[in-house]
C-alpha cells in the first residue's frame, strides 16, 4: 500500500526535526574538522613523518576534504528544508503579529496544530518579541511551558 504524502502544513514538524538533526550533524562535523586541523595533530602527522616516511599524513588532507565536503552538504540541505518551510510565508504567520521573526513564527507554527498549546504574544521595549507558551497533556496537566524572545540577551547590554 502506498504511503499517502502529508501537506505541507501537517509536516512543519518534521522539517523542523529534519532541521535540529541537521543543526547536531553540522556542530558534530564542524568539531572533526577543528580535530583535524588542530596545531597538535598537525604537529603529531609532521613527527610521523619525519620520523617514519609514513604516508599515513597525506591520507589525513583526503579525510579533511571530505568532512569539508560533508559540511557544504549539510548546508545545502539546510538551505532546501528552509526553502521548503518557508515556501508558502502564510505558513509563519501569526494572527495580528506583522513582522513576526521568522525563528519564532516558526516555532508557533509548528505547534499551533495541536489544540493542546496555547500562546500569547507581545512586545518588550528591551527584548523585542516574546511568547509565552503552555503545551497541556491529554489529561490537563501542563506538559511543557516557556517563553521566547526575540533578543533574550539584550538586557545585558544596557
Known amino acids: 500500500m502506498p504511503q499517502e504524502i502529508k501537506p505541507k502544513r501537517t509536516a512543519l514538524r518534521e522539517f523542523s526535526q529534519l532541521l535540529r538533526i541537521q543543526e547536531r550533524l553540522l556542530s558534530m562535523l564542524q568539531e572533526i574538522l577543528d580535530e583535524l586541523g588542530a596545531p597538535t595533530t598537525l604537529s603529531l602527522l609532521r613527527e610521523l613523518r619525519n620520523r617514519t616516511g609514513s604516508t599515513a599524513p597525506e591520507s589525513f588532507g583526503r579525510i579533511t576534504n571530505s568532512v569539508e565536503t560533508a559540511i557544504r552538504e549539510l548546508k545545502v540541505f539546510e538551505s532546501e528544508i528552509q526553502s521548503e518551510l518557508l515556501d508558502d510565508p502564510s505558513q509563519v504567520s501569526v494572527e495580528g503579529v506583522n513582522n513576526l521573526p521568522a525563528p519564532l513564527a516558526r516555532f508557533l507554527a ?3 496544530q495541536n489544540e493542546r498549546f496555547f500562546y500569547e504574544v507581545r512586545q518588550d521595549p528591551v527584548r ?4 509565552s507558551w503552555k503545551e497541556y497533556a491529554a489529561e490537563g496537566i501542563v506538559r511543557g511551558f516557556g517563553q521566547f524572545y526575540e533578543r533574550p540577551y539584550a538586557w545585558l547590554d544596557e
Open 110 to 112: 509548528e505547534r499551533t
Open 128 to 131: 523585542g518579541w516574546v511568547i
